[in-house]
């Protein structure tokens, strides 16, 4: 054949094997190595049946992506899955691994499936903007029914061996040895059953008549702005509706045009720059990372406790500590409760909690964090606390512990410059809830060792974060260009929009919450802080998150408090005519004068400002990439994936657009602090007709 698909024989069977490390994804080449194996099978008659395998460690667990960008190149897997399925011998697919997305289409498409007990199978599609292309929407009806084919396509989960069976995805899962025991059930049917080929079956297990309309309105909500969900149900729907081929021919319509949209593009974006991130150019492969079995976490509050869990999820040992027992004590209490809501929940299993619980020690003592490897400090943000529980962990802790601090603001190099191994120290910058939170900031001290940067990625990859390597600067990457989005948002209440407007046309556009319900339920207290910690180098404006300081002093401190930007009834924000009272008394005093400010100029303001953060940040090299902006934001700040990332947008729109906009408000709104001067970076690649994704420090 090809090497990446061969043809044998075993018992009388011909053994059709995948062999395209490192996941076996179907490339153009795996295409045409299976359509010329399907088609020796089909002119040399002899064998009895055929298995479709994959070498390695798993079945084809998706279509090559980065053939995505460009036409496909025929065969398409559609036309290689109608070759396998019209073969006049039985096929059963072996699955091992995951079979996902076009290679679960291909198993699909055989006319069995085989599985190893602790393999898994799904289509998820739907998680890079795009449906499955290749007979996945129609074939997976026909065999589980409409209302699973759906929650399948649409949750774009990956399904255990044992569901997929229980739903009638797969037909048997195998004991032993996966090859033999599909060889032996190939022989089994041959001899006795009628082909089944999956295009021709009916659809089994009516679904409920409303199944769409419900669906329909359920992902308005959940997935609101993506394209790809309705397109999903709209080729489910296909399958209910029409005859077997005009049903692909609809999906393929469906697939083509998500294929070559904005949102796909975005979404695979986002997927590549989650992987590209974990990359530090100037680190080599053999920089090793030091072991990390136990995490000690100094002060057990809010942070302190998210943290915790996510170690503990992560299969970690942790040493809780704070200033007292009592308050360590109180620490697990709270972590002990959460879990027991899980398992209330039935997220979590009784022994599972166990587990966790069984690797959590509180202590009211930092000598207890005398054997950590790495310990993780979320004490009160302040230098000086700081600084002194440094001097202690440099006392205490085993030499090559890796030293981390949480701070959301301080200088990770002055808390480092009190410690005698500076090279040992690094930031941790998790996000609350940080066991829910994906992103983790890791910050790079002046002097960090490299093998404490690599320690730290693959810390974060262990507990399931998506880790972004940061500079040392006020607010890092997330939060320094959250600062200009803030300063605008706020700045917009006081020229005649309301917090609900602003918010709705920032949601509108995509963003998970809007800025003054984002600061309600952080604190309205802890934003005024940050700003107060940060004073000195603020602009001298007096309009400056004039709204926030007001609330703060009125002691509005958001969700926790009842009333902040918002009041809340019963969970549920509602617009409050007191804060707009003092947003309109605020604006007289100041002497600006209100107008009707619309969605897209409120969307403008807010963003145009990050964005050009975002380009001074790279060009600090704060960040290493434009994609690692990207992907803080999509991960750590709900900007919406379908628009992928602030810079993945700014190329989308152009960067000579945005710079036109920045001097469009420095006309009309003066520019006295120098908000509305595009960063240097910004202006230099828009005249030059660059976009983001072409720069690169060198
Ligand atoms: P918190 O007030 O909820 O918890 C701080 C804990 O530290 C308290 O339990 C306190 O008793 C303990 N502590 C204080 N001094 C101590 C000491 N000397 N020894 C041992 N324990 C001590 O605060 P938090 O919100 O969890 O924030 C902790 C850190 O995380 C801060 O640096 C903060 O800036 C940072 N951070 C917070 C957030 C957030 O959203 N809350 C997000 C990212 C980072």
Known sequence: MTDLVSLSRRDGVAVVTIDHPPVNAISHGVRAGLLAAVDQIRSRPGAIGAVLACAGRTFAAGSDIREFDAPVKEPHLSTVIAALEALPVPVMAAIHGTALGGGFELALGCHYRIASPDAKVGLPEINLGLIPGAGGTQRLPRLIGIAAALEWILGGKHVAAADALAAGAIDELAAGDLLEAAVAAVRRIAQQKAIRRTSALDIPKPAPADVFTAQRQAVAKRARGFEAPPAAIDAVEAAATLPFAEGMTRERAISDRLKASLQSRAQRHLFFGE???????????????????????????????????????????????????????????????????????????????????????????????????????????????????????????????????????????????????????????????????????????????????VSAMGFGKRIGKVAVLSGVCFGFIGNRMFEGYVRESQRLLLEGATPAQVDRALTNFGMAMGPCAVIDLAGVDVSFLTREGNRPNLPPDPSYCLIGDKLHHLGRFGQKAGRGFYRYESGAAVSDPEVEALIRSEADRMGISRREIGPEDIVARCIYPLISEAAQILDEGIALRAVDIDVVWASGYGWPRYRGGPLFHADAMGLQAIVDGIHGFARDLGNDYGYWTPSALLAKLAAEGKLFKDWSRS
Do not use: W
């Open 275 to 453: 992987r590209e991130v974990a990359r530090i150019p100037d680190i080599g492969k053999e920089v090793a990372a030091r072991t990390i079995d136990s995490v000690g976490i100094v002060g057990a509050g809010t942070m302190g406790r998210g943290i915790a869990m996510a170690c503990l999820n992560g299969g970690l040992s942790v040493t809780l500590v704070d200033r007292t027992n009592a308050l360590a004590d109180a620490g697990r209490a709270s972590i002990a409760k959460s879990y027991a809501r899980d398992v209330e929940k039935k997220r979590l299993s009784e022994e599972a909690m166990a587990q966790r619980l069984e690797r959590l020690t509180a202590a009211g003592d930092m000598e207890a964090l005398a054997q950590a490897d790495l310990v993780i400090e979320a004490a009160f943000e302040d230098m000086a606390i700081k600084q002194s529980l440094f001097r202690d962990l440099d006392r205490i802790c085993r030499p090559g512990a890796i030293l981390a601090s949480n701070t959301s603001t301080l200088d990770l190099n002055a808390i480092a410059a009190v410690t005698r191994r500076p090279a040992d120290v690094i930031g941790l910058h998790f996000f609350s809830p940080a066991h829910v939170m994906r992103l983790l900031e890791v910050v790079r001290g002046r002097a960090t060792a490299a093998d404490v940067v």
